[in-house]
């Protein structure tokens, strides 16, 4: 399942937080650096689905 959601993460950043973190702190940072750059929202994206 990890797979389906970093693919989702590289697509659409928020959503694969969303899917793994729900709505948390996580969510919202990872929709902030996703505004002020796409590449940081995949990175962090990535790093919470890596890490939970």
Sequence with gaps: MDIVR???AI???PLGVF???GL???F???ILL????YIPGIIHA???IAKY
């Design 6 to 8: 970093i693919i989702v």
């Design 11 to 13: 697509l659409l950043p």
């Design 19 to 21: 899917l793994q973190v």
């Design 24 to 26: 948390g702190k996580h």
């Design 28 to 30: 919202w940072i990872n």
């Design 34 to 37: 996703t505004l002020l750059g």
């Design 46 to 48: 990535v790093w919470v």
